[in-house]
C-alpha cells in the first residue's frame, strides 16, 4: 500500500485544473510518454496541437477534426480578441461554445502576433505600446488585457504574455531584459488570471540563444510553479544547431512531471528530434498552411501535388496511410481519393484543401503516436532510425543538426 | 434514398402516383441500373463543381448529404494545361474497380449516382457558336470545342449512371430567334440519332454498368420541335431512359399529346434552372420528377441559410408575426452575432444540431471556409428535407391535389424571392465566369499590408526561408536586414492566417477587450 502510493507520487502530479502522468521513459534518450489530464478531457503526450487560427481549423469541420484523434488544438487569442471580440465571446460563453469544440483548446498570449506584425509596436514594462492603424490612437495591450480575453475564451490552456524578441538578436542587454520582464509578467499574469481552477496558465521559457540566461529563466520561471511550462522565442530563425541546444538544456532542468510544450514547432523532423530531447507538446501552421498550397506531408517527404506530374497519378496521397482520405473506399470513414483527383483541384476548389489538411494533421498526429508507442515499446532510438531512412534518400543527407541532436541523447543516426 | 435487395439490370421508373395524360404532379421511384439504391422522386441531384458539390469533401457528402445523385459537367474534367497542351485528360485512365471511373475519380460515396452533361450549370455562354459536329466548352484553361464524337467516347469510357446527350443550346437569356431554333432542333435531332446509332446494341449478357440516355428537351416552343420529340418517341424510345429538360413549359405539350403517351412514362430532369423553391414547386406541378438546382450552391456562396419547408408552416394569427416568411436568412448580419439558436428552427442537419448562427456568422465575418460548408450542409438538408415533405404531400390520398393546395399556400407564406446576402463570396475562379473588358477584379485581395514596404515584402513572401534570416545575421548583415528577413519569413511561414492590423478603430480594440488606450502618450 505503502509502495504503492509511493509509485503514484512518483510518476504523477496534479494541480487544480490538469493532471499529469508519466507512463513510460526511454531508457535511451529522454523522450517520454505521458498522460495530460485537461478540464475537457484527456490526451497522450508526445502530441502535436493543429492550429484553428479563428475557431475553425481551414474547412474542416470539429467533427472532421475529432475524427483525426484530435483532442487538443489551437485558438489565436489575437484573432479571437478582433473578431468575434470579448464581448461576443462572453455572451456565447467561450470558445468552445463558439466553435462546437468539447475537447480542449489551447491559446497564446496574442502579444507574438501584435508584436511582429505591427511595426509600430514598442514594449515597455506596462505592455505593448502600438498606434491603432485605423486611426493613430496610441493603444496598450497589457498581461493583464491578455488574461482577461483568454478568461473570456475559456481555453483549458492559456500562455502568458511574454516579452518575445528574436533569438538572432546580437542585443544580449536588451535579450536580458526580455527574458526578466516575461518572468515580471508572468507574475502580473498568475495575479490577473480569475479562473486557475478551470483554466491552466503556463509560463514561457525565454533568454535567446544564450543557455545561461535560458537557465536563469527556467529558474525563476519553474519557481513559480505553473501547472506546464513552455520553451519560447524559438523557430524564429536561428539555426537548427542553436534551437536544439537550447530544447534541450531547458529539458535537463524542468521538473520531470509537467508537461513541456516547444511553441512553433511542426516540421515532421522537428518533432522526432525534440521528442527525443524529451518536449511533449507542439504547434506548428505549417501543416494546415502548406496543404492549401497543395503540399501533402508524408512519411516519405512533402510532395506538391499540384505539380503536374500527379495529374494522372492514381495512388493514394500517401501509400498505406491512415487517413480518412488515403483509405480505400470500400472502408468505413474512407474516401480513397487518388492525387489526380487532389492535383484536379488544387487551387480550384476548397475541397482540395480541406482533403490535404485532414490527411497532413493526421499525419503529424499520427506521428506523435507512433512516437509514443515506441517510446512505451522502449523502442525509440529504433523509431528514430526508421523515421529518417524513410525521409531521406540515404543517411549522407541526413541534416546535421539532426544527427548533432540525436548523438546528444545517445542515438547514432549514421550508425546501424 | 432508400436501398432495395433487388439490383435491377436496366434503368427502371415506376409511377406510383400521377394523372396523365394532364401535366400534373407525380410520384415515381427510380432504380438505375446496376445498383441497389432507388431513387424517389420528385427528388434533386447536387451540382458538382470540377467533381465536388462546394466546399463539401467527399466524407461529408457521404455523411450529411441526403441526395440521391450528383450532376457533373464533362468540361471540368477536359482542360488542356498550359504546361501540357496535347495532354489527355487522366481522368480517361482512371482505373476503377467498379467500373465506374468518373465516379471513382471524384471520390464520390458508393451509394451516390452520376450524371453526365458536357456543360456546368450554369453554363458560361461560349463567344463561338455551336457548329454542325460540335458545341463550344469552357475548361478552367479557356474554350475548346467538343465534338459529337468525342462526347460519346468520353460517356462511355467514364461510364456514369445517367447522360445527356449534346443539345444545341445557346446558354444566354434571350430568347432565340426562329431560325436559331428551328437549327438548334435539326441539330439536336441529328445527335441524338448519332448518340444511338454510334452505340452498339447491347450484347446477349447484359452490361453490369449500363448508362442510361436521358435525351435533351429543347428550351423552344413545341411548334419547333415536335418533329423531333415524334423521332424520340417512334424511333429510340426502346432506348431512351428519360429526359433532360431545358424549359418546364413544354411539359404541358409533352403531356397533353396523346402520340407521345411513351415519352410520358419516362423521368425528367430539370436541367432548367428553376430560380427559387416556387420555381421548383411550379415545375412539380407539370410533372417533373428530378431537379439540379443551381441556386443551392449559390446561396451558400452568399452566406445565406435557407429556411423554408413544405408544407409551410400554418399562418399564425398573432399580429406581430410578418406577413410574408423570408427564403432564407442574411447569416452574414451582425444581428445573429451572439445567437446561440439554429439557423433553422427545427432542422435536424449536423449544422444546426451541432454548431449556431453566432459560430456561421463569425466564419462568414472571418473568411473561414468552414463557414460555406456549413451552409452547404444546412442548406441541402433543407432542400432535401423539401423534397421528401413533397413526397409525403403527394402520397395521401387524393395526392396531387393536396399538393396543390399546399403549393398555393407557399406561395402566399414565402417571400417570392431568395435574398440576396450581404457577406463576401468565396474566390471566384477562372471557370466560374468568362471576365468582360472594363470590369473590376473579381475578388478583394485578402489582406492588406500597413505600407508600400510592406507590399514590397509581400512579394518577397514566398521565397522567404528561416535559412534567409539565419544567413542575413551570420553574414552581419545591418539589424533592419535580419529585422526584414524575419519580417518575411513571418509573413510567408509563421503564420497561418494572414494577420491583417486591426480594421478597427481605438473604440472598437476597447470595446473587445483587445487593448485600452494608452494614456502616457
Known sequence: MWAARRMASTTSASSAALTFELVAKCSTTRARASILTLPHGTVNLPLFMPVATQASLKGLTPEQLEDTGCRLCLNNTYHLGLRPGQEVLDAVGGAHKLQGWNHNILTDSGGFQMVSLLKLATITEEGVRFLSPHDGTPMLLTPEHSMSLQNSIGSDIMMQLDDVLVTTSPDAARMREAMERSVRWLDRCIAAHKRPDVQNLFCIIQGGLDLEMRRECCREMVARDTPGIAIGGLSGGEAKDDFCRVVACCTELLPELKPRYVMGIGYPEDLVVCVALGADMFDCVWPTRTARFGNAVTKFGVINLKREMYAGDFRPIEEDCGCPCCRPIEQEGAMGVTRAFVHHNAAKETVSAHLLTLHNVWYQLNLMREAREAVIADKFPAFAHEFFDRLYPDRTSYPSWAVTALRGVGIDLLKP | MTTDGDVPAAMTFELLKSAPPAAAARLGRLALGGRKSVIDTPNYFAITSRGVVPHVSPDNVARHLQTGGAYMALEDFIERPQQNLSRRPPIYDHPSAHGR??????????????????????????????????????????????????????????????????????????????????????????????????????????????????????????????????????????????????????????????????????????????????????????????????????????????????????????????????????????????????????????????????????????????????????????????????????????????????????????????????????????????????????????????DEAGAEAEAKAAGARAEDVAAAAAAGAPDADVADALQRLLVSGGIDTPVSPPDADADELCHKGFAEVDKQQ
Not at chain 2, 475548361?139 to 465534338?147: D, I
Not at chain 2, 444545341?168 to 441539330?187: G, I, N, Q, W, Y
Not at chain 2, 434552372?273 to 452568399?302: K, W, Y
Open chain 2, 101 to 450: 471511373p468518373l465516379h471513382s475519380f471524384a471520390a464520390l460515396p458508393p451509394s451516390l449516382i452520376t450524371v453526365l452533361s458536357a456543360r456546368r450549370l450554369p453554363a458560361v455562354p461560349a463567344p463561338l457558336g455551336n457548329s454542325n459536329r460540335s458545341v463550344s466548352i469552357f475548361t478552367s484553361t479557356g474554350f475548346q470545342v467538343l465534338t459529337t464524337k468525342d462526347y460519346l467516347a468520353a460517356v462511355q469510357a467514364l461510364r456514369p449512371d445517367i447522360a445527356i446527350p449534346l443539345a444545341d443550346l445557346t446558354h444566354k437569356e434571350l430568347t432565340p430567334t426562329s431560325k436559331r431554333a428551328l437549327r438548334m432542333t435539326e441539330r439536336t435531332d441529328d445527335w441524338v440519332r448519332e448518340w444511338f446509332a454510334d452505340q452498339p446494341d447491347a450484347g446477349p449478357s447484359p452490361d453490369p454498368n449500363p448508362i442510361a440516355t436521358f435525351a435533351p428537351v429543347l428550351p423552344v416552343s413545341y411548334s419547333l420541335q415536335w418533329e423531333y420529340l415524334e423521332r424520340l418517341s417512334e424511333d429510340l424510345i426502346s432506348r431512351l431512359s428519360g429526359l433532360a429538360i431545358y424549359d418546364a413549359d413544354i411539359l404541358p405539350d409533352l403531356t397533353s399529346s396523346t402520340s407521345y403517351a411513351n415519352l410520358a412514362a419516362l423521368p425528367r430532369l430539370s436541367v432548367a434552372a428553376p430560380p427559387s423553391p416556387h420555381h421548383v414547386l411550379r415545375q412539380i406541378s407539370l410533372g417533373m420528377d428530378l431537379f439540379t438546382l443551381p441556386f443551392l450552391n449559390a446561396v451558400s456562396d452568399a452566406g445565406i441559410a435557407l429556411t423554408f419547408t413544405f408544407p409551410s408552416p400554418s399562418p399564425t394569427a398573432s399580429a406581430d408575426a410578418p406577413a410574408v416568411l423570408p427564403l432564407g436568412i442574411d447569416m452574414s448580419s451582425t444581428e445573429h452575432q451572439t445567437s446561440l439558436a439554429p439557423l433553422a428552427p427545427g432542422c435536424t442537419c449536423y449544422t444546426c444540431t451541432h454548431h449556431h448562427r453566432a459560430y456561421v456568422q463569425h466564419l462568414l465575418s472571418a473568411r473561414e471556409m468552414l463557414g460555406w460548408t456549413l451552409l452547404q450542409l444546412h442548406n441541402h438538408a433543407v432542400v432535401a428535407a423539401f423534397f421528401a415533405g413533397v413526397r409525403q404531400t403527394l402520397a395521401q390520398e387524393d395526392g396531387v391535389a393536396a399538393f396543390e393546395h399546399a403549393r398555393a399556400r407557399f406561395h402566399a407564406v414565402y417571400d417570392p424571392e431568395l435574398p440576396a446576402g450581404t457577406g463576401e463570396r468565396p474566390r471566384a475562379r477562372g471557370y466560374h465566369f468568362k471576365s468582360q473588358g472594363g470590369e473590376g477584379k473579381r475578388n478583394k485581395p485578402g489582406w492588406s499590408k500597413l
